[in-house]
């Protein structure tokens, strides 16, 4: 490697590292200072925390105090079933409208992809009044349902362009060979976009784990509650318990880091694999 | 085993027609190849026999049974793809097996025929192997495998060998002939290699354009080309082809002269006065000497030596080229003029319009060369 090539090698890797620690040092921050007092908090907020500074006060408020198993599993039932859902109807979906040619086609394509401009956020009023009329205020399935709304046109966006990189020549075969369509869809298809899946997963699992707005709407009592909403009811108006604060916290970052660890070698072959043929 | 019969048929794709009219019967257990330059509709014909792409308009039997509208595995026919098309995330068993869940066939006999076709095609030690652990020809052969296994009326071959190196290309054409010999199956094949098609048809179907330029055994092809795209088509290097014009008809032979070419005579036949001509005469039939019933003259500028064969490159007095083959060791050498002769029956007469001019060869005067 030359001088330049390795100077230029450097300066990559400290915008690199600048932008991680950009990306981590928050969550660090907040993991860190949630296994500390609250006075060492406030005193000195960078340092980790040591002998005499650890504590799980937080984590023992959490568990005592609030219905946080409750909001836990609201959002893990949640995500799963609305990120199970998006894939399923997404891959369908985008088979569909890539392999064949039906009447209205092209412009119900063009309507999914309006799904992926417009926030589904500007309709929010409309969906309160939705949910209250069709008697689903207050419940999981109108999360459900409004995450499914939001994760599907992009799902289908990415995974169109993934099936349009499956030969032809192999639905074809399957054709020739007497395998009915659904079975084509789901036993040649399906198995090959499995990196792409993988990363749709992701892109949908995410913002609807952290999602505030939705569960501020739509569910009020404390069996709905998902765990971003949960966490606001140690956030007073003139006292904040930051040790609670940051301890649920801590606990609502675990279940993304583990979905992308689990996903991430598929991820990077599914954002990778259209680029570099 | 059955027949196949092609009426009337018709492609379009909105306003471009790819295939027009094409009329075609096939025997039972006959190897038929369609061959033609890329874009000639042979994919698309055959792709309309499986029942991959729609008829436009005409008609499509397999065995005596009118296919139109059937589903692609209601045909009774397999096919097998130049990119092999092999399932990537099955092994080599269920590639073979897969399709014959859906067609009723039971679990023992799949196992029978994936038995059967294994050994035919020595794949008995890959079964348990994926796609992605196989060698090309390897792959080839599992998609054969697959086909054969269905027990199709009609085999479908798209270019199977053309992902294929040369040396493989050449055993696996051996091991295709071979496998139609013990099937005695009905097979259309699809390519562009000539080669390969001179060497598995028991009949040829020359394409170009959408349409069927010429059907007919290998060698009648060969000799006698219908028109000039055929005769350029077939046999490599291409026929060269010499502008002409009949000069004058006297008693029963007509005097021909163009560029390139010492005044020939042919017998008159259908030749009128005036009738613009081009003579095609093939590499390997011209040599050197200077009796002969056609004599071409030209200056070497290139000669490729095969070994067997050189191949020498000539520029013609009126500017353009032509080429011939040199057997032997001794090959002209750059910017000689050679005389090159053809036989009687070797050159091939094209009326204006392209189409084969019939020359009984009986009537052709021997070493009947006229000094111009």
Redesign the interface.
């Given at each position: 490697m030359t001088a330049e090539q390795r100077a230029k090698s450097l300066g990559v890797h400290l915008v690199l590292i600048a932008y991680s620690l950009l990306a981590v040092g928050p969550i660090l921050l907040v993991v860190m200072n949630s296994f500390k007092v609250r006075s060492a908090i406030f005193g000195s907020p960078l340092a980790p925390p040591d002998a005499a500074t650890f504590s799980l006060v937080g984590y023992e408020k959490v568990f005592r105090s609030s219905h946080i198993l409750t909001y836990y599993s609201n959002s893990l039932i949640v995500t799963l079933v609305s990120m199970a859902l998006v894939l399923l109807f997404g891959a369908m979906a985008a088979w569909a409208l890539t392999e064949y040619r039906f009447r209205g086609s092209t412009a119900l394509a063009l309507f999914l992809s309006i799904g992926i401009m417009v926030p589904i956020r500007l309709g929010s009023v409309a969906i309160l009044n939705m949910m209250r009329s069709a008697g689903l205020n207050d419940t999981l399935t109108a999360l459900i349902l409004v995450y499914v709304a939001q994760g599907l046109p992009m799902s289908i966006f990415i995974l169109s362009e993934f099936i349009q990189q499956i030969p032809r020549d192999l639905r074809d075969a399957a054709r020739c060979d007497g395998v009915p369509e659904t079975r084509i869809f789901f036993e040649v298809v399906a198995p090959l976009l499995r990196p792409a899946i993988a990363t749709v997963a992701v892109f949908t699992i995410v913002p609807i784990w952290n999602d505030l707005w939705f569960p501020l709407i739509l569910t009020s009592s404390d069996s709905t509650h998902t765990v971003t909403l949960g966490v606001q009811q140690f956030l007073g108006q003139y006292i904040t318990d930051w040790n609670s604060v940051l301890a649920a916290l801590s606990m609502a970052i675990l279940p993304v880091v583990m979905i992308y660890v689990i996903l991430s070698r598929q991820l990077i072959a599914g954002l990778t694999s259209g680029a570099v043929k | 085993m059955a027949n196949l019969r092609i009426e009337h048929l018709n492609k379009r794709y909105g306003a471009t027609t790819v295939l027009k009219d094409i009329n075609l019967g096939i025997e039972d257990g006959e190897f038929v190849v369609l061959v033609g330059p890329s874009g000639c509709g042979k994919s698309t014909l055959l792709?309309m026999i499986?029942?991959?792409d729609g008829v436009s308009s005409g008609d499509i039997h397999i065995a005596e049974r009118c296919v139109n509208t059937l589903?692609?595995?209601?045909r009774g026919?397999?096919?097998v793809?130049?990119?092999?098309?092999?399932?990537?995330?099955m092994n080599v068993r269920k590639n073979m097996t897969?399709?014959l869940k859906?067609?009723g066939v039971a679990p023992a006999e799949r196992e029978r025929r994936v038995a059967e076709a294994a050994r035919m095609l020595r794949l008995v030690d890959l079964l348990d192997r994926y796609p992605r652990d196989l060698s090309g020809g390897q792959r080839q052969r599992v998609a054969i495998g697959?086909a054969i296994v269905?027990q199709p009326a009609v085999f479908l071959f798209d270019e199977p060998l053309s992902n294929l190196d040369a040396a493989l290309r050449v055993s696996t054409r051996v091991e295709i002939a071979n496998l139609h010999r013990v099937l005695k199956a009905t097979i259309v094949y699809v390519t562009h290699d000539q080669v390969e098609a001179m060497t598995l048809a028991d009949r040829i179907v020359v394409m170009n354009n959408g349409r069927i330029e010429q059907v007919g055994k290998p060698l009648d092809l060969y000799y006698e080309p219908a028109n000039l795209f055929v005769a350029g088509f077939i046999g490599s290097p291409a026929m060269n082809f010499f502008d002409a014009k009949v000069e004058t008809i006297e008693g029963g032979r007509a005097r021909v002269a163009g560029a390139g070419f010492l005044n020939l005579d042919l017998p008159a036949a259908s030749l009128k006065v005036g009738d613009t001509l081009t003579l095609g005469v093939r590499p390997e039939h011209l040599v050197r000497g200077v009796n002969g019933p056609f004599a071409a003259e030209g200056i070497v500028e290139l000669v490729e030596r095969l070994g067997e064969a050189s191949f020498a490159y000539l520029r013609r007095v009126d500017g353009r080229m032509f080429v011939a083959e040199v057997r032997g060791r001794r090959t002209p050498s750059r910017g000689e003029t050679v005389t090159l002769v053809a036989a009687a029956p070797d050159v091939h007469v094209f009326d204006a319009s392209g189409i084969r001019v019939a020359m009984p060869i009986a009537s052709w005067s021997d070493g009947a060369i006229v000094q111009s």
């Open positions: - | 792709r499986a029942g991959l589903a692609p595995a209601a026919i397999a096919m793809f130049q990119s092999y098309a092999l399932y990537p995330h897969f399709g859906f067609t697959r269905r």
